[in-house]
Protein backbone atom coordinates (compact mmCIF):
# COMPACT_ATOMS: atom_id res chain seq x y z
CA UNK A 1 0.00 0.00 0.00
CA UNK A 2 1.40 3.46 -1.00
CA UNK A 3 2.31 4.79 2.87
CA UNK A 4 0.69 8.28 1.90
CA UNK A 5 -2.60 6.44 1.37
CA UNK A 6 -2.32 4.80 4.73
CA UNK A 7 -1.53 7.46 6.14
CA UNK A 8 -4.31 9.60 5.28
CA UNK A 9 -7.01 6.40 6.20
CA UNK A 10 -5.28 6.77 9.16
CA UNK A 11 -5.39 10.29 9.78
CA UNK A 12 -9.26 10.04 9.07
CA UNK A 13 -9.82 7.27 11.96
CA UNK A 14 -7.28 9.47 14.57
CA UNK A 15 -9.47 12.89 13.77
CA UNK A 16 -12.63 11.04 14.22
CA UNK A 17 -11.57 9.45 17.33
CA UNK A 18 -10.44 12.62 18.41
CA UNK A 19 -13.34 15.27 17.64
CA UNK A 20 -16.02 12.35 17.47
CA UNK A 21 -18.80 14.87 17.61
CA UNK A 22 -17.65 17.15 14.54
CA UNK A 23 -18.02 13.95 12.76
CA UNK A 24 -21.41 12.80 15.07
CA UNK A 25 -19.59 9.80 15.79
CA UNK A 26 -21.10 8.27 18.91
CA UNK A 27 -20.48 5.22 19.39
CA UNK A 28 -18.00 2.55 17.76
CA UNK A 29 -20.63 1.07 15.63
CA UNK A 30 -20.68 4.54 14.14
CA UNK A 31 -16.79 4.24 13.52
CA UNK A 32 -17.52 1.05 11.80
CA UNK A 33 -19.90 2.42 9.46
CA UNK A 34 -17.19 5.12 8.49
CA UNK A 35 -14.24 2.47 8.33
CA UNK A 36 -16.98 0.61 5.54
CA UNK A 37 -17.48 3.49 4.13
CA UNK A 38 -13.94 4.58 3.36
CA UNK A 39 -13.01 0.95 2.38
CA UNK A 40 -15.77 1.05 -0.25
CA UNK A 41 -14.95 4.76 -1.15
CA UNK A 42 -11.12 3.72 -1.78
CA UNK A 43 -11.47 -0.34 -2.15
CA UNK A 44 -7.49 -0.61 -1.09
CA UNK A 45 -6.56 -4.32 -0.36
CA UNK A 46 -3.85 -3.71 1.90
CA UNK A 47 -6.22 -1.36 4.14
CA UNK A 48 -8.52 -4.37 4.28
CA UNK A 49 -5.68 -6.66 5.12
CA UNK A 50 -4.68 -4.34 8.14
CA UNK A 51 -8.67 -4.18 9.28
CA UNK A 52 -8.30 -8.06 8.94
CA UNK A 53 -5.28 -8.28 11.14
CA UNK A 54 -6.97 -5.89 13.47
CA UNK A 55 -10.19 -8.53 13.63
CA UNK A 56 -7.04 -11.05 14.74
CA UNK A 57 -5.77 -9.20 17.17
CA UNK A 58 -8.69 -7.97 18.71
CA UNK A 59 -9.78 -11.82 18.99
CA UNK A 60 -6.19 -13.03 20.35
CA UNK A 61 -6.62 -9.85 22.81
CA UNK A 62 -9.68 -10.64 24.67
CA UNK A 63 -9.01 -14.18 24.37
CA UNK A 64 -12.02 -14.87 22.37
CA UNK A 65 -12.93 -18.14 21.39
CA UNK A 66 -14.39 -17.78 18.56
CA UNK A 67 -13.33 -15.49 15.91
CA UNK A 68 -15.75 -12.46 15.97
CA UNK A 69 -15.37 -8.73 14.42
CA UNK A 70 -13.87 -6.10 15.89
CA UNK A 71 -16.97 -3.94 16.61
CA UNK A 72 -18.73 -6.95 18.58
CA UNK A 73 -15.77 -7.92 21.15
CA UNK A 74 -15.31 -4.00 21.44
CA UNK A 75 -19.42 -3.40 21.95
CA UNK A 76 -19.25 -6.42 24.54
CA UNK A 77 -16.26 -4.81 25.96
CA UNK A 78 -17.45 -1.60 26.78
CA UNK A 79 -19.80 -0.45 29.58
CA UNK A 80 -21.40 2.67 27.40
CA UNK A 81 -21.29 4.52 23.77
CA UNK A 82 -17.99 6.75 24.89
CA UNK A 83 -16.33 4.11 26.11
CA UNK A 84 -16.53 2.13 23.04
CA UNK A 85 -14.67 4.78 21.13
CA UNK A 86 -12.07 4.56 23.91
CA UNK A 87 -11.19 1.57 23.77
CA UNK A 88 -11.15 1.45 20.00
CA UNK A 89 -8.83 3.91 20.03
CA UNK A 90 -6.58 1.87 22.65
CA UNK A 91 -6.61 -1.10 21.18
CA UNK A 92 -6.00 0.25 17.83
CA UNK A 93 -3.17 2.19 18.73
CA UNK A 94 -1.66 -0.92 20.31
CA UNK A 95 -2.12 -2.65 17.21
CA UNK A 96 -0.56 -0.40 15.36
CA UNK A 97 2.42 -0.20 17.26
CA UNK A 98 2.76 -4.22 17.04
CA UNK A 99 2.37 -3.53 13.13
CA UNK A 100 5.78 -0.91 13.55
CA UNK A 101 2.85 2.37 11.91
CA UNK A 102 3.09 5.19 13.73
CA UNK A 103 -0.34 6.88 14.68
CA UNK A 104 -1.38 10.06 12.96
CA UNK A 105 -0.77 11.75 17.10
CA UNK A 106 2.62 11.92 16.23
CA UNK A 107 3.00 13.32 12.75
CA UNK A 108 -0.84 15.29 12.56
CA UNK A 109 -0.71 18.46 14.94
Known amino acids: MEKGQLNKFLSVIYSVIKYPAA???????????????????????????LLSKFRDFVNKDMESKINYTWLQLIRLYSANDELSIKLFDEM???FLDMQNIKYPIETVQ
Open 23 to 49: SNINKVEDLDYLIKGYTLAIPDKKILM
Open 92 to 94: FRR
